[in-house]
């Protein structure tokens, strides 16, 4: 049972440069989300999804793409990479929300540097 | 709107002494609360929530309704508490909104 994995730990991109940051949860877990850490700003969600076909924005959307073509994947694309992108990324993952929320299991993270 | 206020950025307490992280939340309705905790190096991982009123490693927090607070409490510190802790708020919506973090240093 490995929890939730995200690959690449480390990333160096060009401006304008796009790539895909992976999550994968083998929890069965309906809520999957992305959150990016910076100092001073605690995490702020980025993009969510309740379930497979389904996702949403959350409060810092813009230059993110987000699918959810299965339970276990929900992986982040930056689109054209800015220096305000450079962050920590966490991918989060929890049963189901409403009552009962069992709170999240979270990724490592990805550290990503936009130069 | 949900909002969540962790109004310390640094705490600083010494091995043994009590320690209180401030978390005061803005919802309308029934939220319920969490505290996460992020040692160096490691990915976050959760600490604590209201619903179960659990103690963990310790520390416990209290959902004070009337002042809209979450505060996690530990009556004795010990220098591996030294961590980033976070306070979350989860309401009707499905999302979950985090404060801005408190760095605890417990000293020798």
């Known amino acids: 049972n490995a929890g939730v994995t995200q690959t690449p730990k480390f990333q160096v991109l060009k401006t304008g440069q796009s790539m895909t940051l992976q999550c994968a949860q083998d929890?069965?877990?309906?809520?999957m989300s992305w959150y990016r850490q910076d100092p001073g700003m605690g995490l702020r969600l980025i993009h969510y999804?309740?379930?497979?076909?389904?996702?949403d924005q959350g409060e810092v959307p813009n230059g993110y793409n987000v699918s959810r073509s299965t339970t276990e994947d929900f992986p982040l694309r930056l689109l054209s990479a800015a220096p305000s992108q450079t962050s920590v990324y966490f991918c989060?993952?929890?049963?189901?929300f409403g009552a009962g929320n069992y709170g999240y299991t979270f990724g490592s993270g990805t550290r990503l540097t936009v130069v | 709107a949900q909002r969540v206020t962790q109004p310390e950025k640094l705490l600083s307490v010494f091995k043994g002494a009590p320690v209180e992280l401030k978390c005061n939340y803005s919802?309308?309705?029934?939220?319920?609360l969490f505290w996460y905790v992020q040692y160096s190096r490691q990915r976050l991982q959760l600490l604590l929530r209201?619903?179960s009123r659990e103690s963990i490693k310790g520390f416990t927090a209290d959902l004070n309704k009337g002042e809209t607070s979450f505060h996690l409490k530990k009556p004795f510190a010990q220098e591996e508490d030294s961590a980033m802790y976070y306070c979350?708020?989860?309401?009707?919506?499905?999302?979950?909104?985090f404060g801005a973090g408190t760095r605890l240093t417990v000293k020798p």
């Open positions: 209201h619903i």
């Open positions: 929890m069965n877990h309906e809520y």
């Open positions: 919802y309308s309705g029934s939220p319920e």
């Open positions: 989060a993952s929890t049963p189901r």
């Open positions: 979350a708020l989860s309401g009707r919506g499905n999302d979950m909104r």
């Open positions: 999804s309740v379930g497979a076909g389904i996702t």
